[in-house]
């Protein structure tokens, strides 16, 4: 049996973060398919790592609960510095990210979902974030010059990628010489059946 195309992949992760986005889909949190409610975001990150200060530092609608940890704990995000996040989705590590590295800072967000976009420039045009911008592309294939980052973020969202030794090199290509990259991101402890690597929802999921 043969593994899932990695454009069905990248198709079936697109449309259902596209959903999420819009609404058509409420979900509270990267790892299960619960009910969502805008307390259960902010309880779930909580309890991946999020304090209360940052919790209020975001617009409250970037927080979409969809995380499974909290990359800035070791980030160490400082003053002035470029922060790319790979898979900003509605922007809420961007938005903290951006308070961190103050007005001649600069973040990046990239995301392959136009409707995540959307929702993501939309809060930083409402809240006057100018030292963030959002771009679209693939992590495999940042949209971004060679040398430019001093910190790469992420929020379980390599996990979802087919080529995730191709989303390392690019991080690499992207760093300024001793850049780091702080990630948060789901594991397997053990090889995947051949029934789970044919669904389609559990890449979602």
Do not use: W
């Not at 309890?47 to 995380?67: D, F, V």
């Not at 995540?116 to 974030?129: D, E, F, S, V, W």
């Not at 030794?165 to 702080?182: C, F, H, I, S, T």
Request: hydrophobic share 35%; charged share 30%; proline share 2%.
């Amino acid at each position: 049996m043969n593994n899932i195309k990695d454009t069905d992949i990248r198709s079936t992760v697109r449309k259902s973060y596209k959903n999420i986005a819009i609404g058509k889909i409420k979900k509270s949190g990267c790892c299960d398919n619960g009910i969502s409610l805008k307390k259960s975001s902010i309880d779930i990150s909580r309890k991946i790592g999020y304090s209360e200060e940052e919790l209020t530092n975001a617009p409250e609608e970037a927080n979409l609960g969809l995380g499974c940890g909290n990359p800035q704990l070791i980030a160490n995000i400082e003053k002035n510095e470029t922060v790319i996040d790979l898979g900003s989705g509605a922007g809420f590590d961007c938005f903290l990210a951006a308070k961190k590295v103050g007005d001649n800072g600069h973040i990046i967000g990239v995301d392959m979902t136009p409707e995540m976009l959307t929702k993501a420039r939309g809060m930083a045009r409402k809240h006057h974030y100018r030292n963030v911008e959002f771009r679209l592309g693939e992590i495999e294939n940042l949209p971004v010059a060679d040398n430019v980052a001093d910190v790469i973020i992420s929020n379980c969202v390599i996990n979802l990628s087919p080529d995730k030794q191709r989303v390392y090199d690019e991080a690499y290509r992207v760093l300024k010489k001793g850049g780091r990259v702080a990630i948060s991101d789901i594991v397997l402890m053990k090889e995947l059946t051949n029934e789970m690597k044919q669904d389609e929802k559990l890449y979602c999921g």
